[in-house]
Every structure is written in C-alpha cells, then in structure tokens.
C-alpha cells in the first residue's frame, strides 16, 4: 500500500510567511494531480487539483506547481495562517484507468503565531 | 446527501468479532474509495468501485477484509475476525468518477479493536 512511516514530515512557519510543500509522485503516466488538506480528526478536504497538460495553477492563496520532467509537484500558501496548520497530501490519478487514486507522503504544516 | 456519510463514526470491537462499516456517498457519484490511515500515518489504498463493480482490490490487505456496493450508492466495507492492528480510520471517499475530477471525503471511522 502507500502508508508511511510513524513520523511524517514537518514544516514549521511563522505565521504571514509563505509555505512550500513538496510531493513526489510515483507514476510518469498520471495525468491529475490533487492535493488535500486533513486537519486533525477529520477526513481530507480537497484543496487545489491540476492536470499534466498544466505546469501552474492558482487558487485563493494556493498555487500548485507541477514538474513531469521529475515526478514533482509543489503547493505553495501565501501569507499562511495558524488555520492552515494541518496535514497536507498530495495525490495522483494513476494508470491503468485513471480512476484509482494514490496519496503521496503527508507533510505537517505547523503555523506559528 | 451534502457529503460523504460514514457510519459509524467510532466502533470499538473485541477481537475475533466481525465489523461492517458503512459509506453513503454523494448522490450521483459513481466512484467509490475506501482507505485505511493508522495513527500518524498516510493513507492506505483499499479498494476502488466504479458502480457496483470493484476494478480494483489490490489493497485489501487480506482475505479477512471485503466490501461491497449495491444500487450504485451505499458501500459496505466487513472485517472478519478483527485483529488488533486492524485499529485504524478508515475513511471512504467519492466522485463523480470521470477521469478528472477530485474525490470527497467522508469522516471517517475510527475502529479500535481491543
């Protein structure tokens, strides 16, 4: 499966300042990507998607930068908030049939005030 | 509905008993997910419905674990003989079940299996 390990990544912001999380994906041939939010207790909220045909794409304070060339993809937060510290997970729409979807390691996000 | 319902939202069972676990998804949506999160972890592929059919139960990660889906709509997931490293959330999810399109969440349950 795609769990992971005890111990899931950190990043640690003051708050107002910008947030980047990063993801690796693991299929060349996954052509959506997505990236959720999971606060603590509940299910993961759906937060931005994008398309391989894309390279960028924005949201509310959200950009999401896509690199096929190496699998990456990336989740940028402006000016980010205590209310965006959460657990973020990016996903990906893979082959055979494009259905199944597949979570990436999370990262905590952790906003300082 | 709204959204994803799950039911219940926490079970607590003895080991060796058998749980049903139960996922309304948002009407209309064809595709189904379950996924397992242990504590502090990521989530665990389980299986994938399109319709009533399950393309995909590659991660089931037993023959203790089943599910089901009938009408298109509610889906069972049943752990048999539940083992204590069964505890988890389990969380469903749907969509639309185009290719393109994102996946909602339910809130999960969380089964404790003591």
């Known amino acids: 499966g795609e769990s992971v390990g005890l111990h899931l990544p950190t990043l640690s912001v003051q708050e107002g300042d910008n947030s980047i999380i990063n993801c690796a994906y693991s299929n060349s041939a996954s052509d959506y990507f997505i990236w959720y939010k999971q606060e603590s207790g509940k299910g993961p909220q759906f937060i931005i998607d994008?398309?391989?045909?894309?390279d960028k794409r924005q949201g509310q304070r959200v950009t999401v930068l896509l690199n096929k060339t190496v699998k990456h993809l990336s989740l940028q937060i402006a000016a980010t908030q205590p209310g965006d510290s959460a657990v973020y997970f990016c996903a990906e729409k893979a082959p055979p049939g494009f259905q199944k979807l597949v979570f990436g390691t999370g990262t905590r996000l952790l906003v300082s005030p | 509905g709204a959204g994803v319902s799950q039911s219940p939202s926490n079970k607590v069972t003895e080991k060796g008993k058998d749980v049903e676990l139960r996922c309304d998804p948002i009407?209309?949506?064809?595709?189904l997910y379950w996924y397992r999160q242990s504590l502090g972890q990521g989530l665990e592929f389980l299986i994938y419905f399109q319709g009533n059919s399950a393309p995909d139960k590659s991660g089931l990660p037993s023959d203790r674990f089943s599910a089901e889906r009938t009408g298109g709509s509610v889906s069972t997931l049943t752990i048999q003989r539940t083992q204590q490293e069964d505890s988890a959330v389990y969380l469903c999810?749907?969509?639309?079940?185009?290719?393109?399109?994102?996946?909602?969440f339910g809130q999960g349950t969380r089964l404790t299996v003591v």
């Open positions: 999810a749907s969509s639309q079940g185009q290719l393109r399109t994102e996946a909602f």
């Open positions: 994008i398309r391989s045909n894309m």
């Open positions: 009407s209309g949506h064809t595709a």
